[in-house]
């Protein structure tokens, strides 16, 4: 019997998709926030998605009809959705719409934190169903995307610090009134 087969372009559609999305949500990010950390680090967020998008095209127009075997129909996708879950957001307007509509610069940086670790998880199983000589490609991507979360949680810790001196600088000069 033979096994129905998933082509592996169709991953990288999804992956292309999710860069796109990520895209369009660090850019909003960055044209609504006047804060200069939280700027370079959605400056960089974005540069690495652009990057992402060109690699994983690259790699697409590579595979000459590669494709990943199944047990049954639709293995594959099923396998890539519960990696991923329910996507964050519907489109790349849904993305930008969400990252201008955050008032909160915290909210801002967790809602990227959530976007980068469903995007590990994605790029972590598609490492499993892509070929082997594209594995080293979608470890590096996997390494950024690493990357992307620690500068996230950094940003996270300076602006929570920062919010607390603030907080206690207020709160300090009561006291001394007492």
């Given at each position: 019997?033979?096994?129905?087969?998933?082509?592996a372009?169709?991953i990288?559609d999804?992956?292309?998709e999710?860069e796109?999305?990520?895209?369009?949500?660090?850019?909003s990010?960055r044209?609504?926030?006047?804060?200069?950390?939280?700027?370079?680090?959605?400056?960089?967020?974005?540069?690495?998605?652009?990057?992402?998008?060109?690699?994983?095209t690259?790699?697409?127009?590579?595979?000459?009809?590669?494709t990943?075997?199944?047990s049954?129909?639709?293995?594959?996708l099923?396998?890539?959705?519960?990696?991923?879950?329910?996507?964050i957001?519907?489109?790349?307007?849904?993305?930008s719409?969400?990252?201008?509509?955050i008032e909160?610069?915290?909210?801002?940086?967790?809602?990227?934190?959530?976007?980068?670790?469903?995007?590990?998880?994605?790029?972590?199983?598609?490492r499993?169903l892509?070929?082997?000589s594209?594995?080293?490609t979608?470890?590096?991507?996997l390494?950024?995307?690493?990357?992307?979360?620690r500068?996230?949680l950094?940003?996270?810790?300076?602006?929570?610090?920062?919010?607390?001196?603030e907080?206690?600088?207020?709160?300090?000069?009561?006291?001394?009134?007492?």
């Amino acid at each position: 019997m033979d096994r129905p087969l998933f082509q592996a372009a169709e991953i990288l559609d999804m992956a292309i998709e999710i860069e796109r999305e990520g895209l369009a949500y660090y850019t909003s990010c960055r044209a609504a926030r006047a804060d200069e950390r939280v700027a370079e680090v959605f400056d960089y967020a974005a540069q690495q998605e652009r990057d992402h998008i060109r690699t994983f095209t690259k790699m697409k127009a590579d595979l000459d009809q590669y494709t990943v075997p199944e047990s049954y129909p639709g293995e594959t996708l099923s396998y890539i959705r519960s990696l991923v879950g329910k996507r964050i957001f519907e489109d790349v307007d849904a993305a930008s719409c969400a990252a201008e509509a955050i008032e909160d610069v915290s909210e801002a940086v967790d809602q990227a934190l959530e976007l980068e670790r469903r995007t590990v998880n994605l790029y972590a199983g598609l490492r499993e169903l892509v070929r082997q000589s594209e594995r080293d490609t979608v470890d590096e991507i996997l390494a950024e995307e690493h990357r992307h979360i620690r500068r996230l949680l950094q940003l996270r810790h300076q602006l929570g610090a920062s919010q607390s001196s603030e907080a206690a600088e207020q709160g300090g000069g009561d006291s001394d009134a007492d």
